[in-house]
């Protein structure tokens, strides 16, 4: 099948596939539209079953990347990278190498950056082959921290920002006792857990790997699920922070959370879902809105000058987007998701 046929497939600009048998690797890169300014996306290590699973992935990444740069009110387009591999298994340096020149042929097109499977590490090695690796030479830190490069950080307070403002919107309440189910104790999600910790919101975590999980009950009084429970948890809200499409037709019917805001991206297996979970009374914080921290983040440290307090207030502006989202969705009788996703195609539409 051509990837014109995929049913993922969205006017996307350019899809590059990339296989190096002595690095071991298989990659693919997808652009989806660069109207606001040179696609930006992060590149995702993953086993996927297949590489038909793999583009599918990418494909939906990269157009979720372009409505993501659009609503952050950012100049950068959408693209994404993906690495078929287990990363704590078969990944290797000649890998990351092979996959900065990957990004390099590009010619500047595509910026790639952390996610999934990816680390600081993993970024620099491409860096000595591409100029095109964002988030190797951080300058700015939301919190007044020492800057790494991890995006992960401003990602989840991003999320933390996003959910305040939807259980204000949904709940009508603050965070003090609000109960969270989070699905994904990873760089995201356990530092998402940690905000809601500080603002005193009860805690249910789970993750296919032990490790986020376990700190989270020892550090921060979580409680542990079982990863086949935490969707159907009877809580305020669901933070759905592992690979996408975790809501759809199976899933939806459990859910029982009034308030859905996550990192993941791509959450809903498609749009419908959307309209349903209106039907059900559960309101949803679009999956690229409210998990913007990250580009932000990028955009800033490729800025000439910016500072500290200014990606701060750039991050925090997630809320009031989101607020916005909601007000709208009530008004028109709505699904957040399709509110959303017609603002942010008004704004990478064709320039002129």
Excluded at 142 to 154: K, L, V
Excluded at 331 to 345: D, G, H, Q, W
Aim: glycine share 10%.
């Amino acid at each position: 099948m051509s990837v014109f046929d995929h049913i993922e497939f969205d006017n996307h600009e350019h899809v590059a596939f990339y296989h190096d048998k002595e690095a071991g690797l298989s990659a693919i890169i997808a652009i989806h539209n660069t109207n606001l300014g040179p696609a930006l996306g992060g590149c995702r290590m993953w086993p996927y079953v297949s590489s038909a699973e793999a583009l599918t992935d990418v494909l939906r990444l990269s157009k979720g990347m372009t409505y993501k740069a659009a609503m952050a009110n950012i100049a950068l387009g959408g693209g994404k990278s993906v690495i078929i591999g287990d990363p704590r298994k078969q990944k290797t340096p000649a890998m990351m190498e092979a996959m900065g020149r990957f990004v390099d042929s590009l010619g500047g097109k595509y910026f790639t950056a952390e996610d999934s499977g990816i680390s600081v590490t993993d970024l620099q090695t491409m860096a000595t082959q591409s100029d095109y690796i964002a988030g190797v030479n951080a300058q700015y830190h939301y919190a007044d921290e020492q800057p790494d490069g991890n995006p992960a950080p401003s990602t989840a307070y991003g999320v933390f920002v996003g959910l305040k403002a939807s259980v204000e919107h949904g709940l009508n309440r603050s965070l003090e006792g609000v109960s969270v189910a989070i699905q994904g104790m990873g760089h995201v999600g356990y530092r998402l857990a940690s905000h809601l910790h500080a603002a005193g919101a009860k805690l249910y975590v789970a993750d296919i790997f032990p490790e986020g999980v376990e700190k989270a009950v020892a550090e921060l009084g979580a409680t542990a699920v079982a990863p086949e429970e935490i969707l159907g948890l009877d809580v305020d809200v669901l933070a759905p922070c592992a690979l996408g499409a975790a809501i759809n037709d199976q899933t939806l019917p459990m859910i029982k959370a009034k308030v859905i805001a996550g990192a993941a991206n791509n959450q809903l297996a498609r749009e419908e879902i959307g309209d349903m979970l209106v039907e059900r009374g559960i309101l949803y914080a679009p999956d690229y809105v409210i998990n913007a921290g990250g580009i932000i983040d990028i955009f800033h440290q490729r800025m000439e000058q910016s500072s500290n307090a200014a990606m701060r207030k750039h991050i925090e502006a997630i809320g009031t987007t989101l607020k916005e989202i909601y007000t709208r969705a009530d008004a028109e009788k709505s699904a957040t998701n399709r509110v959303a996703n017609i603002i942010a195609e008004e704004r990478f539409s064709l320039k002129g």
